[in-house]
């Protein structure tokens, strides 16, 4: 399930740190995008990784997917 919804007001200063917050305690976390947001999945969730210094996952529909290593690792990802 998504963790966050952003909505009409967009991408604010407190989404992304609220995002940040939310990669270093999670590493992998959900977005939604309201309908009434306006914006496109793909490219906003390509914006945000680029300001969180994340990686994009993938998006479905209105929603997508970031990952950030954090500074304690909780993913092992297999090499």
Known sequence: DP???IGKGGVTDNVLKQIDDALEARELIK????????LEAKQTANEIAESVRAEYVQSIGNKFVLYREAKEAQIVIPK
């Open 31 to 38: 977005i939604k995008l309201l309908n009434n947001s306006q």
């Open 3 to 5: 963790i966050m919804q």
